[in-house]
């Protein structure tokens, strides 16, 4: 599936969530693996939660960073692609 700004990104169920160094950790249910989230990823994981559209994350990171718009929505689509495929959320 192509993810565009437009698109829905929800969970997977498949990670489990621990709170880790101001960021997050995510356990892979399936095969163990552990990932580590930074403040950024952690504010686009925790949207994913929320049933979010790419579009509303942009805004999430853009109020808390300061950054050029259109590279942030680059960020996050590869990011959302990478949850994907990772098999923690899925496009709607």
């Known amino acids: 599936m192509l993810i565009n700004k437009n698109t829905i990104v929800t969970p997977s169920g498949n990670a ?3 709170e880790l160094d101001g960021g997050l950790a995510l356990i892979d249910l399936d095969n163990g693996n552990y990932y580590h989230l930074n403040k950024a990823a952690t504010i686009v994981w925790n949207a994913i939660q929320k049933n979010t559209s790419v579009a509303d994350i942009v805004d999430l990171i853009l109020a808390e960073y300061d950054a050029n718009k259109d590279t942030v929505l680059t960020d996050v689509t ?6 994907i495929k990772q098999g923690f959320a899925k496009a709607a």
């Open 16 to 18: 489990a969530v621990s």
């Open 78 to 83: 590869v990011m959302v692609e990478d949850f």
